[in-house]
């Protein structure tokens, strides 16, 4: 079975967790959620998050791709981690996938994992690292790391998770019961 890891930090953007988590669930991916520390995870809004296991328990343990929620404070707690850059750097050196939404891909540079690299972000979040190229598409995929911009594209970045790990027919199938509109909403 196909595992992935979501990293949880206090002030992590909960939409963007939860949608990835959920829609990999619904593809048949086993998610691995791992608290940083023990307990439950206040993410940025006020919503508790209860993680499986702590980062602790799966340091040894391998996953086809290890995903990272944004939200300032969240993205700040796990780019100060050094568990958590050293998995990731084992994760890029094994040719296994990363990525990161929101604040998250500055995580990632912080690791040294984008130089070079075609990638997104929340507007401002990557503005200071050199060598990268930036887009401002939704979702970017390059070789085996991809990025997002935020909350507004949480669903488009994990559909696109799944594609890379399941296959398009598998993503169209988690996709088709969500009800997406195919035109543009209009508020009324």
Known sequence: MVRVLVP????????EAVTVIDLLRRAGIEVVVAGLAEG??????????VPDVTLDAVLEENFEMIVLPGGAGGAARLEA????????????DSGRYIAAICAAPKVLA?????????VTSFPGFLD?????NYETTAVVVDGQVVTSRGPG?????????IALLLGERVASE???????????????
């Open 8 to 15: 949880l930090a206090e002030g992590c953007e909960e939409l």
């Open 40 to 49: 439950a995870v206040k993410a940025s809004r006020g919503v508790v998050l």
């Open 81 to 92: 981690d050094a568990r958590l850059r050293r998995l990731l750097r084992r994760q890029a």
């Open 110 to 118: 912080e690791a040294g994992l984008l130089s070079g690299r075609r």
């Open 128 to 132: 200071q690292v050199e060598g990268v």
């Open 153 to 161: 594209t949480a669903l488009d970045f994990a559909l696109n998770l």
């Open 174 to 188: 988690v996709e088709a019961p969500l009800q997406r509109p195919s035109e543009q909403l209009q508020y009324r």
